[in-house]
T-cell receptor, first 115, second 115 residues
Framework: DTAVSQTPKYLVTQMGNDKSIKCEQN?????MYWYKQDSKKFLKIMFS???????INETVPNRFSPKSPDKAHLNLHINSLELGDSAVYFC??????????????FGPGTRLLVL | GENVEQHPSTLSVQEGDSAVIKCTYS??????FPWYKQELGKGPQLIID?????GEKKDQRIAVTLNKTAKHFSLHITETQPEDSAVYFC??????????????FGKGTMLLVSP
């Protein structure tokens, strides 16, 4: 029943490692997003995909590589993890704003801690 | 780009009181303003939104007002209850090319409702 799901919920890893976070939505939406929420709760867009195509990339280091195998999935791979990557990562999905129903639905988040 | 300022950063009220959270935005082209509620350990959830062609919208105990001239919008919660305790985010969006655009979030307000 979960509309937007993410795995894993928690991720603890060492600096320099490579890790992936997976996201799936069952809402039939065309657009998916990755957000980063820092320790001060600030939410910032990282990427947006529409129908497997990257449409927004907000000045994110190229160590972060999103991949969308189909429009229901948007995964985030992070290479060479750094301490500053520690944050909560949220996946979200929505219809196109032109549909008039552009509410973004967020997943439960993945809490990443880099040691 | 768009800049959204949100105040206050924390707000403590007694159960039954009203709570008001205010946001200002910088880009006069922004035309969609959602409010999200984030409970501890969960992803943000939309609670109400307003478009620029409307000055006020109400849904039971919550209401949002928009002043386009002054570029500010506010969330009003009446008869607050302990379960209203959460972090609230305002956001602003303007229509992008090809139907794609991003939300710019405020920094959040932690609302604490004491019984």
């Amino acid at each position: 029943d979960t509309a937007v799901s993410q795995t894993p919920k928690y991720l603890v890893t060492q600096m320099g490692n490579d890790k992936s976070i997976k996201c799936e939505q069952n809402l039939g939406h065309d657009t998916m997003y990755w957000y980063k929420q820092d320790s001060k709760k600030f939410l910032k867009i990282m990427f947006s995909y529409n129908n497997k195509e990257l449409i927004i990339n907000e000045t994110v280091p190229n160590r972060f590589s999103p991949k969308s195998p189909d429009k229901a999935h948007l995964n985030l791979h992070i290479n060479s993890l750094e301490l500053g990557d520690s944050a909560v990562y949220f996946c979200a999905s929505s219809r196109k704003w032109t549909s008039g129903r552009e509410t973004q639905y967020f997943g439960p988040g993945t809490r990443l801690l880099v040691l | 780009g768009e800049n959204v300022e949100q105040h206050p950063s924390t707000l403590s009220v007694q159960e039954g009181d009203s709570a008001v959270i205010k946001c200002t935005y910088s880009d006069s082209a922004s035309n969609y303003f959602p409010w999200y509620k984030q409970e501890l350990g969960k992803g943000p959830q939309l609670i109400i939104d307003i478009r620029s062609n409307v000055g006020e919208k109400k849904d039971q105990r919550i209401a949002v007002t928009l002043n386009k001239t002054a570029k500010h919008f506010s969330l009003h919660i009446t008869e607050t209850q302990p379960e209203d305790s959460a972090v609230y985010f305002c956001a602003a969006r303007k229509d992008g090319n090809s139907g794609y655009s991003t939300l710019t979030f405020g920094k959040g307000t932690m609302l604490l409702v004491s019984p």
